[in-house]
């Protein structure tokens, strides 16, 4: 675009279940695109890659045309679902092909860049939340991620929650009260997320009725008629059940501060809010503030571009509020003229 050395951007990438978002921010915590791809739950992680590298050109191009000048990804992190180690990733059950793959060398070859950080999705969120959000000055701050899965993350006198295995908050794999359950993880379930996460939900609603139905409508159905003994009804009841006893017990083990609800479910949250609140406040000694954070929806992208500044060695930058709009249709934005700049 001009001669001058190309301004430096960290870039982060959030791989979720069935939603793919990408922001490039600049390095004092400016974000200046972010765009996203949606596909069907359960794409083969090759079909994923490919929306990596077209949500990243894309953002990239945008912040360059932004800015009017050259751009460089100079840090990227990626989050995705599952247990993160040296050897690659395990525990993604709705990411079929990732526990195979190294995603992190992988993306940075394909990407062109040196390298890439990458962490879980909910741990990362909840670092994020920490640092921009709902949990900031929290001693012991939980962050509980309603989506396509489900699973949570806890922030500690300012550092995460890992476990021994850094499989620490995995709460898909708790065992639900409403059913009694003979398969876990050695039998390839995850029982809590197969009751009550967003696709359990709308695959339970399909397999009981013939009908696709949302999380927010199954949630919505229970609250316009809580005793009407529909399915959807019995199963946003379910859902709201299970909801209050696994919040109740994470919040009397871990004695939080701050409790932090996101993800696409929250799209719901007015319906289970007010019973969450009274439950906590019944149960637990030291009932913690519960709320929905504004950003629930863009908490795991926020994680992605927290690690990414973090590997930058460098003090991580306030955000700057609020975030840009997001470029939902990849075929429409990447018509776009497109900006040349130095490198990726």
Same mark, same amino acid.
């Given at each position: 675009?001009?001669?001058?050395?190309?301004?430096? @951007? =960290?870039?982060?990438?959030?791989?979720?279940?069935?939603?793919?978002?990408?922001?490039?921010?600049?390095?004092? /915590?400016?974000?200046?695109?972010?765009?996203?791809?949606?596909?069907?739950?359960?794409?083969?992680?090759?079909?994923?890659?490919?929306?990596?590298?077209?949500?990243?050109?894309?953002?990239?191009?945008?912040?360059?045309?932004?800015?009017?000048?050259?751009?460089?990804?100079?840090?990227?992190?990626?989050?995705?679902? *599952?247990?993160?180690?040296?050897?690659?990733?395990?525990?993604? #059950?709705?990411? #079929? /092909?990732?526990?195979?793959?190294? $995603?992190?060398?992988?993306?940075?070859?394909?990407?062109?860049?040196?390298?890439?950080?990458?962490?879980?999705?909910?741990?990362?969120?909840?670092?994020?939340?920490?640092?921009?959000?709902?949990?900031?000055?929290?001693?012991?701050?939980?962050?509980?991620?309603? /989506?396509? *899965?489900?699973?949570? /993350?806890?922030?500690?006198?300012?550092?995460?929650?890992? *476990?021994?295995?850094?499989? =620490?908050?995995?709460?898909?794999?708790?065992? $639900?009260?409403?059913?009694?359950?003979?398969?876990?993880? +050695?039998?390839?379930?995850?029982?809590?997320?197969?009751?009550?996460?967003?696709?359990?939900?709308?695959? +339970?609603? &399909?397999?009981?009725?013939?009908?696709?139905?949302?999380?927010?409508?199954? &949630?919505?159905?229970?609250?316009?008629?809580?005793?009407?003994?529909?399915? @959807?009804?019995?199963?946003?009841?379910?859902?709201?059940?299970? &909801?209050?006893?696994?919040?109740?017990?994470?919040?009397?083990?871990?004695?939080? !501060?701050?409790?932090?609800?996101?993800?696409?479910?929250?799209?719901?949250?007015?319906?289970?809010?007010?019973?969450? +609140?009274?439950?906590?406040?019944?149960?637990?000694?030291? #009932? $913690?503030?519960?709320?929905?954070? $504004?950003?629930?929806?863009?908490?795991?992208?926020? *994680?992605?571009?927290?690690?990414?500044?973090?590997?930058?060695?460098?003090?991580?930058?306030?955000?700057?509020?609020?975030? #840009?709009?997001?470029?939902?249709? @990849? !075929?429409?934005?990447?018509?776009?003229?497109?900006?040349?700049?130095?490198?990726?």
């Amino acid at each position: 675009m001009n001669g001058s050395t190309p301004a430096q @951007l =960290a870039v982060g990438i959030d791989v979720g279940g069935t939603k793919l978002k990408v922001c490039a921010a600049t390095l004092d /915590g400016r974000i200046l695109a972010i765009s996203e791809a949606r596909g069907p739950a359960g794409r083969h992680t090759t079909r994923v890659l490919k929306d990596v590298q077209a949500c990243f050109t894309n953002v990239l191009d945008r912040a360059a045309a932004l800015l009017g000048r050259d751009v460089i990804a100079g840090a990227v992190g990626l989050v995705t679902p *599952g247990v993160i180690g040296e050897n690659g990733i395990a525990l993604t #059950p709705n990411n #079929p /092909g990732m526990e195979t793959s190294l $995603p992190a060398e992988t993306i940075a070859a394909m990407l062109g860049v040196g390298s890439v950080a990458w962490a879980n999705d909910v741990k990362a969120a909840a670092m994020a939340d920490h640092q921009w959000g709902e949990l900031q000055g929290a001693r012991c701050g939980l962050y509980i991620n309603l /989506g396509t *899965g489900l699973s949570a /993350g806890a922030v500690i006198d300012g550092k995460p929650l890992m *476990g021994a295995n850094g499989a =620490a908050l995995e709460i898909g794999y708790l065992l $639900p009260v409403s059913a009694s359950h003979t398969r876990g993880h +050695r039998s390839g379930s995850a029982p809590l997320e197969d009751a009550v996460s967003g696709r359990a939900l709308g695959d +339970r609603a &399909l397999a009981s009725t013939g009908e696709s139905a949302t999380a927010s409508e199954i &949630l919505g159905a229970w609250a316009k008629n809580p005793g009407s003994g529909t399915v @959807l009804s019995e199963l946003g009841a379910e859902f709201v059940d299970e &909801l209050i006893h696994m919040a109740s017990n994470l919040a009397i083990t871990l004695d939080p !501060d701050i409790i932090s609800i996101g993800g696409g479910v929250t799209a719901a949250a007015e319906v289970f809010m007010p019973r969450l +609140r009274d439950a906590l406040d019944e149960f637990v000694p030291y #009932p $913690p503030v519960v709320a929905v954070s $504004p950003m629930a929806g863009d908490l795991s992208m926020l *994680g992605a571009l927290f690690i990414a500044y973090q590997s930058l060695e460098a003090p991580v930058p306030s955000l700057c509020l609020p975030l #840009p709009a997001t470029a939902h249709n @990849l !075929d429409e934005t990447l018509r776009m003229p497109e900006p040349s700049r130095a490198g990726a």
